[in-house]
């Protein structure tokens, strides 16, 4: 046995045996008998347009219909750090597919008759579908001051108009908006956040490179595309008690962005959160869930369910936002970086409550993993008539690292220095400044390009298969932080059962992670028993603790923390009753193997059955069932400059890695194949090696599908490949061999046992590694995703 008895196991996943046995219940498998109504939504047509009337009298009047539902009756706002949408639309729609009015009736067939027979009258107006002329042409003279009186609001201009005023200003109202105090919405525009990061001295920075490149990059919308659509059941009993299953990544959230949309407390809201089939980010904060609740709240004693059709899912949930970048960058002929100068145009789409914190990170992180003397970034979050942006896998670093690391390859080229030896003398090193101001902690770039070195980028490589093949090697490097505000909390409780096995429980979702085995891993390790002892319970907030939410790669790191301290306090509660029982000091009594025993003398030991409970002595019990509490929120967490960007510490901590791409390229058709992809990641500690390696694996597919295959073609906001049949996703036959590398060179001072993050990393460098074999192969250079074989043929015709 080494040091841990179950960290760092490949410990099998303890919901493997239901999910590959189908036995899993999902939300749409969930049966509650003939008291369920089916609900159907409305949704508008127009990417932009005013809603003059809405009539659902003949809907109201058909047999089977029990209730429906419009805009008008639930005009709060909710949004989770810009409160800047309702559930249903209530005077004007923004895009292709927002919900204006819904059904609950008993059956399919009635609820999408009903649907059809609701009149809406809208007067349409003109849209805004790109972000560049998006955040400059709509906006408007300002011509009153700010009512409100938030601190954060203090000093902006704002505006109060009316849509005629300007019928491009998608949210006239926007200087009316809630935000967190770290958004900074510009009224009178259609930007709703501006982040700047200013360090240094750009001018000078420029007047002293020797090489300067600049160049524009694009990235598109693309979907998560979940296995399992979105779904949400809604359910009111007789006391006005609202519960909510869903297939949701954030419990708490969920519950209480509802809780402001319709005004419940939220001990009349219960969420509970089933298994979920895939999220990578689509099923945090809210997409449907809201949708069947005040169906609910009007038909007490019914459960309305709500599954979205796969169309629904790619236009009326969240995608990723699209992004176009302008990059400038500058270094010594010795290949020194010395400036970087962006401007960061985020498509937030219709809404973007959740989407403007991806802006702020986009900003911040817009260094890359290099250190970078003289930077200045200005990062926009633009409303367009596009489906609403929110988080994806990455949360902004997959974007904004398409660009800068072209921009490396095409620097290392003009200087004539190898990628990776460029990467090597640009790698912010540890103690060195951020492009935020404070001391960048535990980097370890260097360990990761190391590795791939040796394992790849020194190798020969691969041979054509064809005459009219090629190959090509690229490489990408990345960082990552978790993004989410500086107090997002976790908590845990850990009970045991009379037999000393032992329930944990959490709000942590388990999105296909391993999160429920890790937690298990880090719970058995601190108690001293066998994982197989350890259940860990799904979210229901009514019996499970606060977590913020299942997003952000944070939940091992935070999460973890808080179940170890919850075991911890368990176990202090063991040794103190193991010492009244031995008769020994609490600091000579341990657990191990799930006995506890003297250290004085191992062989008087008991089960920890005979004591969980408390313990039988000749005068009488002691102890009583033992139950650990554990609390984490992360300290020393500080705000960022509104005018510099700069700041002490942003972020707990940055996942550092590196992956190298071999492909081949068909010159006839374009077509690109993987090869083989080697990844070399610094995640701290390894608690579960297989499931931190099938994290990497998995996110190597995704990164490779996005750089490939995936664009959400919007024609005037209108989805044109809402299905899989014209949605491409990478496939198994996709699958290039991959070459893992987990390195465990900087732990985490505050994490469980040193852990920092995997999840989401493993697809940030992937695309654009692809990007540079694709330029090693043919000298070809594409600034816009996907790479597809059209766009690759025309480049290699052009090229001659």
Same mark, same amino acid.
């Given at each position: ?96 597919? @927002? &919900?204006? +009015? #819904? $059904? =609950?009736?008993? /059956? ?119 296995? @399992? &659509?979105? +779904? #949400? $059941? =809604?359910?009111? /009993? ?563």
């Amino acid at each position: 046995m080494g040091e841990f008895s179950a960290i760092g196991k490949s410990i099998f996943r303890k919901d493997a045996v239901e999910k590959v046995t189908g036995s899993v219940k999902f939300v749409d498998d969930l049966h509650f008998g003939p008291n369920t109504l089916i609900v159907k939504v409305l949704r508008s047509p127009h990417a932009h347009a005013l809603i003059k009337s809405v009539d659902v009298s003949k809907a109201e009047a058909l047999p089977g219909v029990r209730a429906v539902v419009t805009g008008k009756e639930y005009p709060n706002q909710t949004g989770l750090y810009l409160a800047d949408r309702t559930v249903y639309a209530v005077d004007r729609v923004r895009f292709v597919g @927002e &919900p204006v +009015a #819904a $059904v =609950a009736a008993v /059956d399919v067939a009635t609820a999408e008759e009903a649907i059809g027979l609701i009149k809406v009258e809208y007067e349409l107006l003109p849209g805004v579908f790109d972000p560049v002329s998006g955040a400059k042409e709509a906006a408007v003279q300002v011509h009153e001051q700010p009512s409100r009186t938030d601190q954060w609001w203090q000093g902006l201009s704002c505006i109060k108009t009316s849509v005629s005023d300007n019928p491009s200003l998608l949210h006239e109202n926007l200087c009316g908006y809630t935000c967190a105090p770290f958004i900074f919405p510009v009224p009178g525009t259609n930007i709703s956040n501006h982040f700047k990061l200013r360090k240094g001295k750009i001018e000078d920075g420029f007047a002293s490179a020797d090489i300067i490149v600049e160049n524009a990059y694009a990235i598109p919308h693309i979907q998560h595309v979940p296995i @399992e &659509p979105h +779904a #949400a $059941v =809604a359910y009111t /009993d007789q006391t006005g008690k609202v519960t909510l299953w869903v297939s949701s990544q954030s419990p708490n959230a969920v519950r209480k962005m509802i809780a402001t949309a319709f005004d419940l407390p939220m001990n009349k809201l219960r969420v509970i959160a089933p298994p979920v089939g895939g999220g990578f980010g689509g099923k945090a904060g809210l997409t449907c869930e809201a949708l069947v609740v005040p169906l609910a709240m009007k038909l007490p004693g019914y459960y309305c369910k709500l599954t979205l059709t796969r169309e629904e899912v790619f236009q009326c949930t969240f995608v990723r936002q699209g992004l176009v970048a302008r990059i400038k960058t500058g270094a010594t002929a010795e290949g020194k970086l010395v400036a970087q100068e962006a401007e960061l145009f985020w498509d937030g789409g219709a809404y973007t409550e959740y989407g403007v914190n991806i802006t702020r990170s986009g900003g911040y992180c817009a260094s890359g993993p290099y250190e970078v003397p003289n930077i200045k970034v200005d990062s926009y979050c633009v409303y367009t008539n596009h489906p609403v942006g929110g988080p994806m896998r990455g949360f902004g670093m997959p974007e904004i690292h398409w660009g800068i690391e072209q921009q490396m390859d095409i620097l290392a080229e003009k200087i004539g220095i190898d990628p990776l030896q460029f990467r090597q003398i640009n790698a912010i090193r540890e103690g060195r400044p951020a492009a935020f101001g404070g001391p960048m902690p535990d980097a370890t770039l260097p360990d990761t390009l190391d590795a791939i070195a040796k394992t790849h980028w020194e190798l020969p490589k691969p041979t054509p298969t064809a005459p009219h093949k090629v190959v090509g090697r690229g490489l990408a490097s990345m960082f990552k932080a978790p993004s989410m505000p500086p107090n997002a909390q976790s908590s845990a409780i850990i009970k045991f059962n009379e037999d000393a096995t032992v329930h944990v429980l959490t709000t942590a979702v388990d999105i296909g992670q391993g999160a429920l085995t890790a937690l298990a891993q880090i719970a058995a390790e601190e108690l001293g028993i066998p994982v197989d002892w350890v259940t860990v319970l799904t979210p229901d907030t009514d019996y499970t603790p606060y977590e913020w939410q299942t997003v952000a790669s944070r939940i091992t790191y935070s999460c973890g923390n808080a179940v170890k301290r919850a075991a911890s306090d368990a176990k202090q509660q063991l040794l103190a009753l193991g010492s009244v029982i031995f008769g020994v000091a609490v600091d000579l009594v341990d657990i191990k193997e799930g006995f506890i025993f003297s250290k004085f003398n191992p062989a008087n030991k008991l089960p920890l059955s005979d004591i969980v409970m408390g313990y039988l002595m000749p005068n009488g019990a002691v102890g009583g069932p033992v139950i650990g509490r554990g609390a984490f929120i992360p300290s020393g967490l500080t705000g960022l400059d509104r005018e510099t960007g700069q700041g002490e510490r942003p972020a707990v901590f940055f996942t550092f890695g590196t992956q190298a791409a071999d492909i081949e390229v068909d010159t006839l058709t374009g077509e690109i194949k993987v090869l083989k992809v080697s990844a070399a990641y610094e995640v701290g500690k390894v608690v579960n090696p297989a499931l931190c390696k099938a994290q990497v694996q998995g996110g190597i597919v995704q990164g490779l599908s996005s750089a490939l295959y995936e664009n959400l073609v919007l024609k005037e906001g209108k989805p044109l490949n809402n299905d899989f049949v014209d949605y491409k996703i990478a496939a198994a036959t996709d699958t290039p061999e991959m070459n893992i590398i987990l390195l465990e060179t900087g732990p985490q001072v505050d994490g469980p046992y040193g852990a920092k993050a995997i999840a989401e990393p493993a697809m940030v460098p992937t695309a654009p590694a692809i990007a540079n074999a694709l330029y090693d192969a043919l000298g070809i250079r594409i600034c816009e995703l996907p790479l597809t074989a059209d766009k690759v043929l025309a480049a290699i015709r052009k090229q001659g």
